[in-house]
């Protein structure tokens, strides 16, 4: 099944103690991206990759880091979160180098909490 | 930069009767993608339509279609024979195909309530 997963699903932990979310996609998509989810905010990109080694920031990339190594994987590490990252996080992929002509797909998205 | 407005923080809509929610944008990019895409209260994310600035028809997918005015820049969603399972956020996006590809850009959403 042509899916995207992220991991985990739900994420408690406390300010400063680094974590990474994992993203696996497994239908061969050059880009992919992360995005976060506040209410009232709806959704605002953190990083996108076009491809492999290619990573570029969105409208909020103060406090994540990403890496692209492989074409399948995008992990999101919080080196030192704090808990105005407190967020619904959603991992994507598209077809293609850009999103311009494909739909995004969409993880189940990661609750992450941070006291 | 890019900006999505999305007017409507809540809808109502009687079941089997057509619903539009609202979109316009703002950009500088000459060419750029726009979709639609439904958050169910589980909250997965739902592709539901596209449409090309470079598109001269509107788009349809089944019961959706997609009101583009690209003069007036809005993307309107246009719902027909609105169901019960059609109660969700809706979240209006974009993406420049051309500079600063790969940015995308949503809407803050609107939710759609369908009533019995």
Redesign the interface.
């Known amino acids: 099944e042509a899916q995207v997963t992220q991991n985990p699903r739900y994420l408690i932990t406390v300010t400063g103690k680094k974590l990474t979310v994992t993203c696996s996609q497994n239908m061969n998509h050059e880009?992919m991206?992360w995005?976060r989810q506040d209410p009232?905010?709806?959704?605002?990109?953190i990083y996108?990759s076009?491809n492999v080694e290619v990573t570029?920031k969105?409208?909020v990339p103060e406090g994540y880091k990403v890496s692209r190594k492989e074409k399948r994987n995008f992990p999101l590490i919080l080196e030192s979160p704090s808990p105005n990252q407190t967020s619904?996080y959603?991992c994507?992929s598209s077809a293609g180098?850009?999103?311009?002509?494909s739909?995004?797909?969409?993880g189940?998205?990661t609750r992450l909490t941070v006291t | 930069a890019q900006k999505?407005t999305?007017t409507q923080?809540g809808m109502f809509v009687q079941e089997k009767e057509a619903v539009t929610l609202d979109c316009t944008y703002d950009t500088s990019d000459q060419?750029?993608?726009l979709?639609w895409?439904k958050q169910p209260s589980s909250?997965?994310?739902i592709?539901l339509i596209?449409q090309?600035s470079y598109d001269e028809q509107n788009a349809t997918e089944g019961r959706y279609s997609l009101n583009f005015q690209k003069a007036r820049k809005s993307a309107n969603l246009v719902i027909s024979a609105s169901q019960l399972g059609d109660s969700a956020m809706y979240?209006c996006?974009m993406?420049?195909?051309n500079t600063n590809?790969?940015?995308?850009?949503?809407?803050?959403?609107t939710t759609l309530t369908v009533k019995p």
């Open positions: 880009y991206s995005y009232g905010l709806g959704l605002r990109q996108y076009m570029d969105g409208d619904l959603f994507a180098s850009g999103t311009a002509y739909p995004l797909h969409f189940n998205g | 999505i999305q923080p060419s750029y993608g979709f895409y909250g997965e994310m592709f596209y090309g979240f996006a993406s420049p195909i590809a790969g940015k995308s850009t949503f809407g803050d959403g």
